[in-house]
């Protein structure tokens, strides 16, 4: 959203109004949990989150114990909102730390330094309840020993979540450039491995397990709205370039808007609704989705719920990946192992039938 | 339809155009054609007689074409001159052969920037071979490195043919385009023939037009062919009332009626092209010609390989696909087989491997199926110790060693022109090719060398290598020699323990253990990662020659993946999935369709 001004009231009105379009989809619902992400709405005015919150729940039934996150940056003029948003109803703060080490900051293109994040943690955890920070991995030039001793500072940090991703050298980036060009010296398949082998074993030993691939928490204190996608559960989305999947009349749907903020902002004005893209999912996408998301968590997925949703499981790809230790069956869970989840891609495809 | 207007036969002239691979005949056919007002200006475009999809996009002439022409010559007379135009490449020698045989006079093409080429000189004795008047035309003179005078001395050096009277011209600017067809009509012969004689034609060609049905066309020797008269094929014994009688203009026109010394088509309510043979002649049904003409040998196909549909389920759409493929090109046969890792396919023999190219892109491109080919074969003799023989096409039904006695192979002449330069790495990609030198000669800074060489080491990727050791200037020429026993054994490929058939070759005793080796390589580069490591091994019998493996997937797994990703995520995974379905599956290995033959690809250095 545009901050600021005659502009952020406009965004504001375009918000409500797209909840209003949600609302009517939905009809009337549960909200379990709040994400305020993508962008910096963290440089959102208080009032501004104030005034959608009390929209959400206006239109909803906003749970009393709601999780209600909202992603920042670790920079002082980020943190300086920290106090009111808190007050406005935020219970939760994502930052998005991504290295301990200055250099890598500045490789990754961030504007903040090291020093500058853990103060802007320190603030956060005197307002929040619930604090986590994402770190990148897996970097230029990272090897298994730089990351332990980073990871394990991070930890020391007090945390009780964390989010740790592997560098993923997008097409079409600076980064890809340089790789291509073999003037990055990212670690290859094998090292990543060993990085990722390493992450599991220190964050289980600090009793921060994952919980999802990438995604470590004490027990209870994991994302509640995250895990809600990774167990396709309903979400709404609102605002530019938002996705969501609601079950509507019975059935899964996929809902996308535009990307854009202005033309997402003038749709909405002029129709009600910023969606460029509205249809059901078929029964095939709807089962892929939910084999490609439920099988990132360690709990797995429930194969009563898989059947329900009327999906199957290749059942000679299933007794392949199972003699090759890849998945374990449990109580009638499924669940990718540890040797599968490095892997996970790989084990999917032979999963989907 | 006008009854035909006989012309005299000294008004006749029918030639070939025949030159190297690019070397312009058709640009040339295209000027003359132009010039004699074939086509108007609006239906004219480059090589217009190559009118494939495949020849066009290729810019090569696969199919022969015959144009009948107009040309008032400078002497007053209007002359009807056919024109042949022939494909350069040796796959299709077999078009220019029989083209060649309906004519008097060739046109000999040779680019005036790159000389004589190897399948220059194989024409060229063609021609000659047929008792023709060949008139030399050095083309391309427009372009800066041409050098007439050296390339018109070069003919008499190397061919031994008189070129003084060779004209210069450029087939893409027209000029000296006028003096090829005042030469066409004043320096070669016309056409001898009996009028009154019985119908004696030669069966040219024959093809298959969606609207006519078959098309055969033929040059008439004796007597008249006219509509509605009943002929016979004599070879064939087959007889057919004459539905339709016409000649290429080059678009069809209909005379009813060709005389002697024409060339023309007639159309029968013939089902398939292999109804009719190519060299039959043609001749009245009750009044038929005292003797046949001599004709000439059938093409037969030299190369073999397995075509399988990648989905199994397209086996027969594939079938039916072939059958209408062979309805307009009998030099291509199939007969069903069976493989252990592939499922059920054809057998498929080409001319060489261009044909095999071409026909294989024509299944996937205009039926629409994925196919699996794989390796290359050619045909060996093996002499059973009970005294049997038997012809083998297919490497996965080698008989059991013990019961053979001895095998043979086909070996080839092949002729090379190569500039001095390059002259050592040719000679010495022939000899790891198992070659034996017969000849070398020089024509100023180009050597020629004749070599003997197995037909299987030339087989799949000899061309390409030649191509490449020579930075693309020596010229290549071959005809089959022969059959010569050899110590040959088959190699069989062992994908994660498991035999692939698909995969095996017949192969020299001494080249096994490289070819085994290279070939294990080339496979570990181009089997994906599995989740289990994979070891791949070359084999002679039961034992193990050449191994590699391939090492399990180690890292696989996205970082970030949340609501609004899941969408790209599932396309990713259903392009994942429609990948694996390109792929054959061997126990639990899948191969990518396209390993069968980039695995015989072996870099040599
Ligand atoms: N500069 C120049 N280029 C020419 C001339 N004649 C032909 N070419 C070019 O040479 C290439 C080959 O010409 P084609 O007429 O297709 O040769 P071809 O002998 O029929 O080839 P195949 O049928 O494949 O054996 C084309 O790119 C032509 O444009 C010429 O007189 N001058
Ligand atoms: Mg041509």
């Known amino acids: ?353 | 339809m006008a009854e035909p207007k006989t012309v005299p036969l000294a008004l006749i002239r029918n030639f070939s155009i025949i030159a190297h691979i690019d070397h312009g005949k058709s640009t040339l056919a295209d000027r003359l054609i132009q010039t004699c007002g074939g086509l108007s200006a609006r239906e004219m475009r480059e090589q217009v007689l190559d009118s494939m999809e495949l020849e066009r996009e290729r810019g090569i002439t696969i199919k022969a074409q015959t144009v009948r022409l107009d040309y008032t010559a400078k002497d007053g007379q209007t002359y009807r001159l056919n024109l042949i135009d022939t494909p350069g490449h040796v796959d299709f020698a077999y078009e220019v052969n029989r083209s060649l045989a309906a004519c008097e006079g060739s046109l000999l093409v040779v680019d005036a920037s790159q000389g004589v080429e190897a399948q220059t000189l194989a024409n060229v004795y063609q021609a000659l071979d047929n008792d023709h008047e060949v008139i030399p035309v050095l083309n391309k003179v427009d372009l800066p490195a041409a050098e007439p005078e050296r390339i018109q001395q070069q003919i008499e050096d190397v061919i031994g043919l008189d070129a003084s009277g060779a004209l210069p011209i450029s087939a893409k600017t027209g000029e000296g385009v006028a003096d090829v067809l005042e030469a066409i009509v004043t320096r070669l012969p016309a056409p001898k023939g009996d009028e009154a004689a019985p119908l004696k034609a030669l069966l040219v060609d024959s093809w298959y037009d969606a609207y006519l049905g078959v098309i055969v066309l033929v040059r008439i020797i004796d007597g008249h062919l006219k509509k509605g008269q009943k002929v016979k094929l004599m070879a064939s014994g087959t007889s057919h009332l004459i539905e339709r009688v016409g000649v290429f203009r080059p678009k069809q026109e209909m005379t009813g009626h060709l005389g002697p010394g024409e060339i023309g088509f007639f159309t029968a309510a013939i089902k398939q092209v292999a109804d009719t043979r190519v060299g039959d002649t043609v001749t009245d049904d009750k009044a038929p010609c005292a003797a046949p003409l001599p004709g000439f040998k059938e093409a037969q196909p030299v190369v073999f390989c397995g075509l399988f549909p990648v989905d199994a389920a397209e086996f027969e759409d594939l079938r039916e696909a072939m059958a209408r493929l062979r309805l307009n090109d009998a030099s291509f046969s199939f007969e069903m087989e069976t493989s252990a890792a592939l499922g059920f396919g054809f057998r498929c023999g080409f001319l060489g491997l261009l044909h095999l190219e071409i026909i294989r892109e024509r299944l996937e491109r205009e039926f629409d199926i994925d196919l699996i080919t794989t390796a290359p074969s050619v045909i060996y003799k093996i002499h059973m110790t009970d005294g049997a023989e038997i012809e083998l096409h297919n490497p996965a039904d080698m008989p059991d060693p013990v019961k053979i006695e001895r095998i043979e192979e086909p070996w080839i002449e092949a002729t090379i022109l190569v500039p001095d330069e390059h002259l050592g790495a040719v000679l010495k990609l022939c000899e790891d090719r198992r070659g034996r030198q017969q000849t070398l000669t020089y024509a100023g800074t180009r050597a020629m060398v004749v070599y003997e060489l197995p037909l299987n080491e030339v087989v799949f990727d000899f061309y390409d290598r030649l191509k490449s050791v020579s930075r693309g200037y020596a010229s290549f020429d071959y005809h089959i020699v022969g059959y010569e026993p050899g110590p040959l054994v088959k190699m069989s490929l062992l994908v994660n323990a498991e035999p692939v058939d698909a995969l095996s070759i017949i192969v020299h005793r001494d080249r096994a253990e490289a070819r085994g080796r290279a070939m294990c390589e080339r496979l570990k580069d181009l089997i994906p990662r599995h989740l289990f490591k994979i070891p791949i091994q070359a084999a002679l019998g039961g034992k193990v020659i050449a191994r590699e493996t391939i090492a399990a997937l180690r890292k696989d797994v996205t970082a970030k993946c949340y609501g609004g990703d899941v969408t790209r995520k599932r396309k990713l995974l259903d392009k994942q999935k429609a990948g694996k379905k390109r792929m054959r599956q061997f126990g639990q290995v899948e191969i990518p369709q396209a390993a069968f033959i980039a695995a015989l690809k072996i870099e040599e250095n």
């Not at chain 1, 939905?26 to 009390?54: E, H, W």
């Not at chain 1, 990351?147 to 989010?163: T, Y």
């Not at chain 1, 990055?184 to 919980?211: H, K, N, R």
């Not at chain 1, 997925?301 to 329900?308: S, V």
């Open chain 1, 1 to 353: 959203m545009r901050h600021g001004g005659i502009d952020e009231e406009r965004f504001l009105a375009a918000y409500r109004t797209e909840l209003d379009h949600m609302a009517a989809l939905t009809g009337p619902r549960k909200v379990a949990s709040v994400f305020f992400g993508g962008g910096t709405p963290s440089l959102m005015a208080p009032a501004t989150v104030a005034a959608i919150l009390d929209q959400i729940a206006t239109n909803w039934r906003l749970a009393g114990d709601a999780e209600i996150t909202l992603e920042a940056n670790p920079t002082s003029v980020e943190a300086a909102n920290f106090a009111q948003l808190r007050q406005v109803g935020v219970n939760r703060v994502s930052l998005g730390v991504q290295a301990l080490d200055d250099a890598a900051l500045k490789a990754l293109g961030r504007q903040h330094s090291a020093a500058e994040a853990k103060a802007a943690l320190g603030v956060a955890r005197d307002h929040f309840e619930r604090v986590s920070i994402d770190l990148i991995y897996a970097r230029p030039y990272q090897n298994v020993r730089r990351w332990q001793r980073e990871l394990e500072a991070a930890l020391e940090l007090g945390v009780d979540h964390l989010s740790l991703y592997q560098l993923t050298i997008e097409p079409n980036t600076p980064f890809a450039a340089l790789n291509a060009a073999g003037k990055l010296l990212v670690p290859d398949s094998e090292s990543a491995a060993e990085l990722f082998e390493a992450t599991q074993a220190i964050t289980e030993q600090a009793g921060l397990a994952a919980y999802e691939i990438s995604n470590h928490a004490r027990p209870g204190e994991e994302c509640r709205h995250n895990l809600l996608y990774w167990r396709s559960g309903d979400y709404a989305g609102v605002g530019p370039g938002a996705h969501a999947r609601l079950t509507i009349e019975g059935v899964r749907t996929h809902l996308a808007t535009l990307r854009p903020p202005e033309a997402w902002r003038d749709q909405v004005e002029a129709e009600g609704h910023g969606l460029e893209d509205q249809h059901a999912l078929a029964s095939s996408e709807h089962v892929s989705e939910f084999l490609l998301m439920g099988l990132r968590l360690a709990e797995g997925i429930d194969l009563q719920r898989l059947a329900a949703i009327g999906g199957e499981i290749d059942a000679e790809g299933l007794a392949m990946m199972r003699a090759q230790g890849m998945v374990e069956i449990d109580e009638g869970w499924l669940r990718v192992s540890d040797q599968g989840r490095l892997v996970l891609n790989a084990v999917i495809a032979e999963l989907v039938a």
